[in-house]
């Protein structure tokens, strides 16, 4: 009885040490993870590029496809975490057991998790990409951390509280945590089915949908009429019949947004503005479909197993098609927030405002076709056409 009672307490003892050392990796892990300003879709910094070449030539004969890396690692964390939530919860209590599956996980899938994230640098897979991994990840490795921490160390399964987070239970259940684990790891396996393109044609077509919107607010505002508003310019200086200064209800309205229409004898020309706006917003929305179908649906595979023959044949380095689609997604991304200041000029009928945000949503929406104009083996195509139209459409009124 008293051998027994020493291999439980010492059993009990390496899962304490087990759960500290497991816990710790993870926030190792984390802090070695690339600073996202480094990779911020907007950089420039000339050491971020030259840091990210350098570990595209560094890995030229490293055959493993981070994409995948990561997936096989979410798979298995994902089962690992399945059951550490089932033994924490079930009797009898068995800490070898425990001790076993984080020895796994230390040994395997969190490693091979950070490698990931390491492997999956912004020339080789994109900024959009690497920034979407490191995210995706993080979180995994956060609430894995959180799951790992609620692991009783006395010897004892978790009580009804302390798995379903009720009673005085601090924070969340175990039965939570174990399912929020899963959502990441799920989170991680939905981004290598969408791949480089995938992800890319999901942030654009967000942003399409972004433009829609604000389109379909001008054209509502558009349609209102301030009849109403007219008649209480008229009196806006007498006194209501309680007795409040209409004038002084107007400002206070203003104060606090409320909306202003355009005034019926229009002085400040604000609609022919709007009909213009609105007739080039539908087009930039069309824009958005058409790069989506004939450029981003075009994509060669990413990162390059191989380069295309065609582009073999012009040079044996990368074309630089990662660094185009970080280029072209952050000025696809500019157009709905300028749109937005567009559209907020619009309801304060600035015209000058106005005017300014116009070439400016519209002239963001001509580089971004340009950056597409030729296809990616260089050449020119139907999308070209119908770009240098989209151009022109464009360039009207400026």
């Not at 057991?97 to 999956?120: F, H, M």
């Not at 994109?126 to 995210?135: F, G, I, Q, V």
């Not at 009849?227 to 203003?254: C, F, K, P, R, T």
């Amino acid at each position: 009885m008293a051998a027994t009672s020493d291999k439980a307490a010492q059993n009990i003892a390496l899962l304490d040490a087990t759960v500290e050392s497991t816990s710790d990796l993870i926030t190792q892990l984390l802090s070695s993870f690339p600073t996202l300003e480094s990779t911020n879709l907007n950089a420039t910094n000339s050491e971020t590029k030259e840091k990210d070449n350098q570990a595209v030539k560094d890995q030229e004969r490293n055959t493993v496809d981070a994409l995948q890396l990561s997936r096989d690692s979410a798979s298995l964390i994902r089962a690992h975490s399945t059951k550490l939530s089932l033994l924490i919860i079930s009797e009898p209590f068995t800490p070898s057991a425990i001790t076993t599956i984080l020895r796994e996980l230390v040994a395997g899938p969190l490693p091979g998790l950070a490698s990931a994230v390491q492997l999956c640098n912004a020339s080789k897979y994109t900024k959009a990409m690497s920034n979407e991994l490191h995210w995706r990840a993080k979180n995994v490795f956060t609430e894995l951390r959180t799951l790992v921490q609620a692991i009783p160390r006395d010897g004892k399964v978790l009580s009804t509280d302390q798995k379903n987070g009720t009673g005085d239970t601090t924070g969340k259940g175990s039965l939570s945590a174990t399912g929020v684990v899963w959502e990441a790891c799920d989170a991680l396996l939905g981004l290598h089915d969408l791949g480089v393109a995938g992800l890319i044609i999901k942030k654009t077509e967000e942003y399409r949908d972004l433009v829609k919107d604000a389109l379909e607010e001008l054209q509502e505002w558009g349609e209102e009429h301030s009849d109403e508003e007219d008649d209480e310019g008229s009196i806006a200086a007498v006194e209501s019949d309680d007795g409040v200064d209409m004038s002084a209800q107007n400002a206070l309205d203003d104060m606090f947004g409320s909306q202003r229409h355009i005034p019926t004898d229009d002085p400040d020309k604000i609609r022919p503005r709007l009909e213009s706006c609105n007739k080039r917003l539908r087009m930039i929305v069309l824009m958005y479909q058409a790069v989506t179908k004939r450029r981003l649906k075009t994509l060669p595979t990413l990162p390059h197993p191989q380069l295309p023959a065609e582009l073999v044949a012009k040079s044996n380095e990368d074309p630089g098609i990662a660094n185009c689609l970080d280029e072209i997604l952050g000025v696809l991304k500019k157009i709905p927030d300028v749109t937005d200041e567009l559209a907020s000029a619009f309801y304060d009928l600035d015209g000058e405002e106005i005017d300014k945000r116009m070439d400016q949503c519209f002239f963001t929406a001509f580089a971004a076709v340009e950056l597409l104009i030729k296809n990616w083996e260089g050449e020119q195509d139907e999308f070209t056409i119908w770009a240098r139209k989209f151009q022109l459409a464009m360039k009207k009124g400026w």
